[in-house]
């Protein structure tokens, strides 16, 4: 099977622009949730997505937003962009193997923004 | 409280010797507590997990060791290989729930 992709690797973007970060979970795979890295922050939760319906939400501004589509791929975005947001973003998909979700990371976006 | 604190930050290994990364969670409704190794530009992969009704777990040259009264776990890997080197983060989730709560990441470097 095809692992979690995502698009595009690498971003630039000004500050107080928008962004669009994209995410094909593993196939057969329903539950994407999304995850910001910073060497200061660490990986913090940012919202899960179950059949187009956010499921579980982190504690971060609502500048940043998600949706799911009908075939799992989801996206993310993030509004008037702040110097603070550059970070990894990193999606990953889960299985429910009987004992617990399992997630599998993609590769992530790197956000930079000037 | 949600926080996972992990210890050390880095941690540097004779090739063949066994890394010990250690995590300490408060919250008790914790319930599924996986372990992911990464490595530069790349996404966390999956090592191993353990749940909460076994003290320990092992797969190949890494063993997980859970200690429920204490709320610890830990990574142990076992003769340690140069391709090990890379940055190990435990993290903990409540049954049931994609939510992972991460440690702070262990940098481990394995020297010949």
């Known amino acids: 099977k095809a692992g979690v992709t995502q698009t595009p690797r690498y971003l630039i973007k000004t500050r107080g622009q928008q962004v669009t970060l994209s995410c094909s979970p593993i196939?057969?795979?329903?539950?994407v949730s999304w995850y910001q890295q910073t060497p200061g922050q660490g990986l913090q939760f940012l919202f899960e997505?179950?059949?187009?319906?956010?499921?579980n939400k982190g504690n971060f501004p609502g500048r940043f937003s998600g949706r799911q589509f009908s075939n799992s791929r989801s996206e993310m975005n993030v509004s008037t962009l702040e110097l603070g947001d550059s970070a990894l973003y990193l999606c990953?998909?889960?299985?429910?193997?009987?004992?617990?979700?399992?997630?599998?990371f993609g590769p992530g976006t790197r956000l930079t923004v000037t | 409280q949600q926080q996972v604190k992990q210890s050390p930050q880095s941690l540097i290994v004779q090739k063949g010797g066994i890394s010990i990364i250690n995590c300490a969670y408060e919250?008790?409704?914790?319930?599924?507590f996986p372990w992911y190794q990464q490595f530069p530009g790349k996404g966390p992969a999956l090592l191993i997990a353990?749940?909460?009704?076994?003290s320990e777990k092992k797969e190949g040259r890494f063993t997980i060791s859970f200690n429920k009264s204490a709320k610890q776990f830990s990574l142990h890997i076992m003769d340690s290989q140069p391709g090990d080197s890379a940055t190990y983060f435990c993290?903990?989730?409540?049954?049931?729930?994609?939510?992972?709560?991460f440690g702070t990441g262990t940098r481990l470097t394995i020297i010949p």
């Open positions: 990953a998909s889960s299985q429910w193997t009987g004992l617990s979700y399992e997630q599998y």
């Open positions: 196939s057969g795979h329903r539950s």
């Open positions: 997505y179950f059949s187009e319906t956010q499921r």
């Open positions: 919250n008790t409704a914790f319930d599924y």
């Open positions: 353990i749940r909460p009704d076994v």
């Open positions: 993290a903990a989730s409540l049954f049931g729930n994609e939510k992972l709560t």
